[in-house]
T-cell receptor, first 114, second 113 residues
Framework: EAQVTQNPRYLITVTGKKLTVTCSQNMNHEYMSWYRQDPGLGLRQIYYSMNVEVTDKGDVPEGYKVSRKEKRNFPLILESPSPNQTSLYFC?????????????FGQGTRLTVV | SQQGEEDPQALSIQEGENATMNCSYKTSINNLQWYRQNSGRGLVHLILIRSNEREKHSGRLRVTLDTSKKSSSLLITASRAADTASYFCATTTSGGGADGLTFGKGTHLIIQP
């Protein structure tokens, strides 16, 4: 089954404790991205990757890092989480740049930073 | 930066009625997509309409695009309880940038049984 898998689904952590949210897709997609969703603000893009070893900042990259060492994986790293990073996070992938094709989304990771 | 804005923010209708949601955007686009999100879950792609298309159908969905007014509408006919969800429009801008989809804030649709 074609899918984007995020882990964990739910995470509560403390300020400053480094964490990684994993994202994996099994569709051989080139393009992957991370979004955060907050009430009243909709979805905002954090980082995106056009292919292996090619990443770039989205609209709200501060406080986040990503890497793309393999085509299927695109982890999101919070080196020192803060409470304002409490949010619902989504990973997405598409065949190429999402401009012309549909994006497939993971089920989301609800992160709470206390 | 916010590109699309959906209207209304919330909509409640009776099962069997039609639901119409609108999306306005600010800058020229390559295409426009609509997504559905069930409560707290991932987004699911519904339909993509290109900037040179005016109307597109998929099952009970009908999407229109008016580039002169920078607006799109999503019509769901013969609504069902399972259509209860949030609906988002997403755009990609002209210019060839790779910065992906820009989402609106969504319309929350409730179908009353």
């Amino acid at each position: 089954e074609a899918q984007v898998t995020q882990n964990p689904r739910y995470l509560i952590t403390v300020t400053g404790k480094k964490l990684t949210v994993t994202c994996s897709q099994n569709m051989n997609h080139e393009y992957m991205s991370w979004y955060r969703q907050d009430p009243g603000l909709g979805l905002r893009q954090i980082y995106y990757s056009m292919n292996v070893e090619v990443t770039d900042k989205g609209d709200v990259p501060e406080g986040y890092k990503v890497s793309r060492k393999e085509k299927r994986n695109f982890p999101l790293i919070l080196e020192s989480p803060s409470p304002n990073q409490t949010s619902l996070y989504f990973c997405a992938s598409s065949i190429t740049y999402t401009g012309n094709t549909e994006a497939f989304f993971g089920q989301g990771t609800r992160l709470t930073v206390v | 930066s916010q590109q699309g804005e959906e209207d209304p923010q919330a909509l409640s209708i009776q099962e069997g009625e039609n639901a119409t949601m609108n999306c306005s955007y600010k800058t020229s686009i390559n295409n426009l997509q609509w997504y559905r999100q069930n409560s707290g879950r991932g987004l699911v792609h519904l339909i993509l309409i290109r900037s040179n298309e005016r109307e597109k159908h998929s099952g009970r969905l009908r999407v229109t695009l008016d580039t002169s007014k920078k607006s799109s509408s999503l019509l769901i006919t013969a609504s069902r309880a399972a259509d209860t969800a949030s609906y988002f429009c997403a755009t990609t801008t002209s210019g060839g940038g790779a910065d992906g989809l820009t989402f609106g804030k969504g319309t929350h649709l409730i179908i009353q049984p």
